[in-house]
């Protein structure tokens, strides 16, 4: 159940215009809205499952245009990264209610439809902060 589901993305980009739509916003910046999100990244971690899974589905759900999967140390499943595991940036892009996935290695340049001015290699975002 979407409604009963609540992240706290590692970051998300929200659309100012849309926030006055958002009850809860004010008082607890919390968003209900998935109009109110443009695009969330999560940096994979030990329960990878829930950014490969229920994160795909319920951001689907909610709308979201744009979902990255920063998987830095290759820790997601082989069903989701490939053979061999090895670090991988997965950009999800909302098409129909549904997210078609795109992955980038190494020194793939990435594609975003949101920040489609990105200049910038898979390895380059799986680095940063290190």
Known sequence: NVGMTAFRPDVAVIDR??????VLWADQSILTLGSSIKFVAEVVSGNWQNDYARKVEDYAVLGIPEYWIADYAGLGGTRHIGKPKQPTLSICTLVDGEYEIQQFRSSQAIVSPTFPDLKLTAEQVLRAGR
Do not use: A, G, I, Y
């Not at 215009?17 to 958002?22: G, I, S, V």
């Open 17 to 22: 215009d849309e926030l006055t739509k958002e």
